[in-house]
């Protein structure tokens, strides 16, 4: 089976442009999270969905958002882009809500200049 | 405020050896915690998992360990390889009726860099 994929890859943006990231689960795992690692610290959490509702919230400021569609795929989208946002974008998916059995994608390297 | 930590950046172990690396959290609310490898240009790799019932859980060369009164756990891994050398990271989620809406979020620690050499 397919692991957790993530696009794109990598992708440069200019401040203040928006930038969409995709992330397509394991197949048969209903919940999509999306954390933010930037170099030398680990993931922090952005997001929580499963059933396609919004479950967790972490402490981003309102130009990140997310959804996930029917088919439990998920976007996340930022707006407004930062210089600090640069910084590697990892979903991982789980068959539940909580927090075990979370597997991560390979990431998105979004650079901001 | 973090919650969860590692506060060894780093280890480094001779091939065939224990590599023993720690974590530390201050939230008793948690009550599962994980643990992930992390290569360079990959994501993190989940690599064995406590619920906080437990005092130890072993997984082939991997054994991670407990200690609730302390908020300290543990992973041994036994013997190291060179191929184990990378970024590990300890995570932690809450209790299903403490967390309400952080009920998914895994808090993670900033990570230690561990080298095997051969």
């Known amino acids: 089976d397919a692991g957790v994929t993530q696009s794109p890859t990598h992708l440069i943006k200019t401040r203040g442009q928006h930038v969409t990231l995709r992330c397509s689960p394991i197949?048969?795992?209903?919940?999509v999270s999306w954390y933010q690692q930037v170099l030398g610290q680990g993931p922090q959490f952005i997001f929580q969905?499963?059933?396609?509702?919004?479950?967790g919230r972490g402490n981003f400021p309102d130009r990140f958002s997310a959804r996930q569609f029917p088919n439990y795929s998920s976007e996340l989208n930022v707006n407004a882009l930062l210089l600090g946002d640069s910084a590697l974008y990892l979903c991982?998916?789980?068959?539940?809500?909580?927090?075990?059995?979370?597997?991560f994608g390979p990431g998105t390297r979004l650079t901001v200049t | 405020d973090q919650q969860v930590k590692q506060n060894s950046p780093s280890l480094s172990v001779q091939e065939g050896r224990i590599s023993i690396l720690n974590c530390d959290y201050t939230n008793s609310m948690f009550d599962y915690f994980l643990w992930y490898k992390k290569y360079p240009a990959e994501g993190p790799t989940f690599l064995i998992s406590?619920?906080?019932?437990?005092d130890k859980n072993e997984d082939g060369r991997f054994t991670v360990f407990l200690n609730k009164s302390a908020k300290h756990l543990s992973l041994h891994i036994v013997p190291s390889q060179p191929g184990d050398s990378a970024v590990y990271f300890c995570?932690?989620?809450?209790?299903?009726?403490?967390?309400?809406?952080?009920?998914?979020?895994?808090?993670f620690g900033q990570g230690t860099i561990l080298t095997v050499h051969p």
């Open positions: 406590i619920s906080s019932i437990k």
């Open positions: 991982a998916s789980s068959l539940r809500s909580g927090g075990a059995g979370q597997y």
């Open positions: 197949s048969g795992h209903k919940s």
């Open positions: 969905y499963y059933e396609k509702e919004e479950r």
């Open positions: 995570a932690a989620s809450l209790k299903a009726n403490a967390g309400g809406t952080s009920y998914g979020k895994l808090t």
